[in-house]
């Protein structure tokens, strides 16, 4: 099923050392200890790192809009207790178990977290920092969760805050030297599919063209603005023969498609997928599996892994330079990197970051452990590289209105 198409690039680092944890798992091993159990973990001791020629400074003197560093978590915490509130943005409570990290975060600390824009892309995200530059109040996001191809950028335009949690050096993946953007969780390309209303279910991307399809098959996002939907566009494109540099065949397939009458001018989500206004869509499998939880077999969902190629996908983390929060900013990204936050992300079916280091330490209960990805899957996975993403972002974002030419909406 996991075949390879000749000019594949196989998966980078955090995928591949995600299958060999994975796979280390398969074998029979000692049940682990529940979490609450286990000993904190030292925490890491990560040099600041300033950006500026500025020292940085204890803790207890520390301006929280430059710090580089926790240094002393007791400071930083009271810090963000007294700022009393976070602002996070396009963070749906279904993304990857979003709603429960939210909701923890802010018990645990006693911080309001404001959930900006939750159906945004991660352009969304990068305007509302440049909107919100002189604006402290709610609208202006402290911290974002972005396609890779954003995380360079955004750095060079000066919208983020360099910031290096304590678990730092056990992170494994795309993670800026200075701390500016950091991976945070990855996944699987996969169709979902409502089977009360699609009898006969789509294995491959070619498939998706067949006339039978005709109204049924949506994007979960905007691909001029949604990097899920821009990376289903690449996708489609490597599956239909084209290559890692060049878009130029995911563009002609959706053409293809809308042309057919098969792709539908509506974002999918869970409500449309659940109505059946949208059968067919393309998300990672990590929201695919959430969805298939939350339906509970009404309507049934079959998550399809296409046989042509698996894509691949990460995430990364960042603070805005602009934070109105900057200490609970920092603090949220203690708490996502922390084994707490890392569980939490794989109870949504997202595959974390710091994941080799934790099955190593054993803290992974087998339950939790279960809801990751076969590692066959990640072991043969496609991810372009960030320049190659970079790049097939602007090209998707300047052609899909001449080439493919249908506006991609929210439902009403």
Known sequence: MQTKHKNMQIAGVIFL????????CAAPAPAPEPVAAAPAPEPTKVPAVPATDVPFVPAAAVD?????AAGNMDDLTAAAQVEGALNVIT??????????????????????????????????????????????????????????????????EGLLAPYKVATWDTIVGDKDPDGYYVVDYNGVM???????????VPKDWADLLDPKYKGQVALA??????????????AAGMASGGTLDDTTAGLEFFKKLNASGNLLPLIAGSGTIAKGETPITF???????????TFAGNPPLEIVYPSSVNWGGYYLQAISAYAPHPAAARLWQEYLYSDVGQLTWMKGYCTPSRLADMISRNVVPDDIKAKLPDPKIIETSV???GPQLKAARANIKEKWDTVVGLDIKKAP
Not at 223 to 234: G, I, L
């Open 17 to 24: 050392v995600s299958a060999l944890v994975l796979g280390a």
């Open 64 to 68: 929280w809009s430059v710090a580089t």
């Open 190 to 200: 996969v169709f979902e599919v409502n089977t009360d209303v699609v009898k006969d």
């Open 383 to 385: 991810v372009p590289k």
């Open 283 to 293: 998300q990672w499998n990590y929201l695919a599996l959430a969805n298939a939880d």
């Open 91 to 156: 963070l749906p409570v279904d993304w990857c178990n979003y709603g429960e990290m939210i909701d923890t975060f802010s018990a645990k600390y006693g911080i309001k977290v404001n959930s900006l824009n939750p159906d945004g892309g991660s352009a969304d995200e990068i305007q509302a920092i440049k909107d919100n530059k002189e604006n402290k109040g709610p609208q202006a996001p402290d911290v974002i969760d972005v396609g890779p191809a954003y995380g360079p950028t955004s750095k060079e």
């Open 221 to 234: 996002g905007d691909p001029r603005a949604s990097n899920q939907a821009a990376q289903s566009v690449f």
